[in-house]
């Protein structure tokens, strides 16, 4: 286990170090300078614990696949985020979001089915028909709108409720105790309150849908939860995570991408006059890699000693990739604090995760990002965002980064 003596906590730095102001798309200025001194670092957290910092990309690359590093937080050294997070994880049964080996590849199988590649390509319309139908609301409203609430949110939230089986009409409770549960400065009691809501909401979709079951990935749980597959808790938990991860994610990205790429107009044009889909996605990734949206560290646990980067991590010391460091990485990425949506290498960012726990909705986000922001700059050529930096509310505190609304015009 790792020193974790007063002096050493006195000279690790606190994770996480904010984003400079005036600067809301680069990754904290302090964790690019410890990761221009070495790959991996000791950083002090929230509980006055000391953790491993991984900055570097290659480690990141090496670590996240290596079967001793385990995201496991139930274990006592797990680097959790908050108190909340602590207190929610101790309570949990394991799911596919905290378990390994056997048990995360079972979870994994049982779920994956509708995000193969060849399925999703099949949900292309579908996604173009929910973006189209967002953007004639807007038209017709008038020549303003908060672009969050009007598209960034409700594509998102109805390509995943259309997948899951959730009534869309609910859009507002579950975006609503999302936001909440990601951000950091919920307290422990009320992420608790939060969760509990969440989970008895799809606690009786799952029941609904065992009497009635339709094509959609709730009925497929229920069915598991039928043939004694899963425990009826274990449905319920990670229902509430595909639903989360399934809507805020994307739509951060999609607030985000849209601020930056009207500031850069050459690279707009890329997005929105090709008719490549190869660089429309590329042009995705490389705008996951530019915003690295989970931005305060993928957590983890190592349950041996590893060798990495002449250092040595000990079974029982926990283990922060912080992933803006590694996607801005010079060497990996030259010119990092630019857009450049023909990147060769964009695919390769860690903002998706990597290794066995790495983001089984990378193709979704991807194609729901590529259609949205291509629709978007052809149908509204004149769109201009109305607010400045200083007026809009980044979720800096959050654990997945992005905006609260987004002001614009045409
Ligand atoms: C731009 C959008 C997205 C980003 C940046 C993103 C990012 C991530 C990251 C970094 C992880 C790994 C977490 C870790 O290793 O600790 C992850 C896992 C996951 N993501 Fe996403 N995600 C996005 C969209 C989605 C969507 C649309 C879904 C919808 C279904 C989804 C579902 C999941 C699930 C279920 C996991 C857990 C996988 C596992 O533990 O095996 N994500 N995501």
């Known amino acids: 286990m790792s020193d974790t003596s007063t002096e050493s906590i006195a000279e690790a730095p606190f994770y996480p170090m904010p984003r400079a102001a005036g600067c809301p798309f680069a990754p904290a200025p302090e964790v690019r300078e410890i990761a221009t001194a070495g790959p991996i670092s000791r950083v002090r ?65 049982m779920l994956a089915k509708p995000f193969t590649p060849k399925r999703l390509e099949t949900m292309r319309p579908l996604i173009q028909q929910h973006v189209d139908d967002r953007i004639d609301a807007m038209l017709a409203g008038g020549n303003s709108a908060d672009l969050v609430k009007s598209l960034a949110l409700p594509v998102p939230s109805g390509v995943i409720c259309e997948l899951l089986g959730v009534p869309y009409e609910d859009h507002a409770f579950f975006q609503h105790h999302t936001e909440v549960g990601f951000d950091s400065n919920t307290s422990q009691e009320e992420a608790m309150q939060n969760t509990l809501q969440l989970l008895d909401y799809l606690n009786k979709l799952i029941e609904i849908k065992t009497e009635s079951p339709a094509e959609d990935m709730i009925s497929d749980m229920a069915e598991h939860v039928r043939a004694g597959d899963l425990q009826p808790w274990e449905a319920s938990l990670q229902a509430v995570g595909f639903l989360a991860a399934g809507h805020e994610t994307t739509a951060n990205m999609i607030g985000l991408s849209v601020i930056a790429l009207l500031e850069q107009p050459e690279q707009l044009a ?114 201009r965002v109305t607010a400045s930096y200083d007026e809009i509310d980044f979720k800096e505190e959050a654990m997945v980064y992005g905006i609260h609304r987004l002001p614009v015009e045409w």
């Open 270 to 383: 890329l997005i929105r006059d090709t008719d490549d889909p190869k660089l429309l996605i590329n042009a995705v990734d490389e705008l996951v890699r530019y915003m690295s949206i989970p931005h305060i560290g993928l957590r983890r646990v190592a349950v041996a000693d590893i060798e990495i980067a002449g250092e040595t991590i000990r079974a029982g010391d926990g283990i922060i990739f912080d992933l803006g460091a590694a996607n801005w990485n010079p060497e990996v990425f030259p010119d990092p604090e630019r857009i450049d949506v023909t990147r060769e290498n964009a695919a390769q960012n860690l903002s998706f995760g990597a290794g066995r726990h790495n983001c089984i909705g990378i193709q979704l986000a991807r194609i729901e990002l590529a259609i949205t922001l291509q629709t978007l700059f052809r149908r509204i050529p004149g769109l």
């Open 45 to 109: 957290t929230w509980e006055d614990k000391e953790y491993w910092l991984v900055t570097g990309f290659d480690e990141a690359r090496e670590l996240f696949p290596n079967p001793d590093v385990h995201l496991d937080n139930l274990h006592p050294e797990f680097p959790h985020t908050n108190a909340s997070m602590k207190g929610l994880a101790a309570l949990s049964p394991r799911t596919m979001f905290n378990s390994e080996g056997a048990e995360h590849a079972r979870f994994r199988r």
